[in-house]
């Protein structure tokens, strides 16, 4: 093959070099990564509210009663105050994410150094009032059935609390660092997805853990 053959372009090669390096949302392949991977995460959620609910029509009472040790709980229902502090934390908490998925599409590197940090503040504390909440159940993981799943359902929670907070963590040194690119602002929105998720599948299983309780 001669060195003019070698640097012929092949007639069926696609030029691309008109296309952008980066797409938003459904046209990011990031995107579709986040999104398949939250409705697996979704679909685990569901297997777990299944377990939760099997439990809820086997066990007679429901919650059952406390009597291995003081003080003994005949009403065992979860407290309140607590996990209502963290739900209203995680709602308010929409308001920075908001905003920080707008000032990433939009390019507002202010925006974006304001909404990064707060929304890491609050799900640092959701995952401090996290850790004491599980108290509220009254039961440990291992006391019974109840006990297990109701730390299952918090725990796997608390578990994408976590991940999202080394995420944002990440991205904020990043963009203190090197500043904003626009792959790193797809980045952003995509975080952002995720964080609406969290909230928003928190909202639907607070009432089975802390309400449902009260009413079987």
């Not at 797409?23 to 679909?43: C, H, K, Q, V, Y």
């Not at 685990?44 to 009663?65: C, E, Q, R, S, W």
Request: charged letters at 15%; a negative charge; one cysteine or more.
């Amino acid at each position: 093959m001669t060195s003019e053959q070698t640097l012929k372009p092949n007639s069926r090669s696609i030029d691309v070099a008109h296309l952008p390096a980066t797409e938003w949302d459904e046209r990011s392949p990031l995107w579709w990564g986040n999104t398949i991977g939250l409705f697996i995460e979704t679909a685990m959620f569901g297997i777990l509210v299944a377990i939760y609910v099997t439990i809820a029509m086997n066990t007679d009472p429901f919650p059952p009663v406390r009597g291995d040790r003081f003080p003994v709980l005949h009403d065992s229902s979860p407290d309140l105050f607590l996990p209502i502090v963290g739900l209203i934390v995680l709602i308010v908490s929409l308001a920075p994410g908001i905003w920080l998925d707008i000032s990433a599409r939009r390019g507002n590197v202010t925006g974006i150094k304001i909404g990064l940090p707060t929304t890491l503040a609050f799900n640092i504390a959701a995952i401090f009032i996290r850790y004491y909440e599980f108290d509220s159940l009254h039961f440990k993981w291992n006391d019974n059935a109840y006990g297990s799943i109701t730390w299952m359902i918090l725990g796997m929670h608390m578990l994408h609390l976590f991940v999202l907070c080394a995420e944002d963590i990440y991205l904020l040194l990043w963009t203190y660092t090197k500043g904003v690119d626009e792959k790193h602002a797809v980045d952003l929105t995509v975080t952002a997805t995720y964080w609406y998720w969290i909230v928003g599948i928190w909202i639907l299983l607070f009432p089975l853990i802390y309400l449902t309780p009260r009413f079987l």
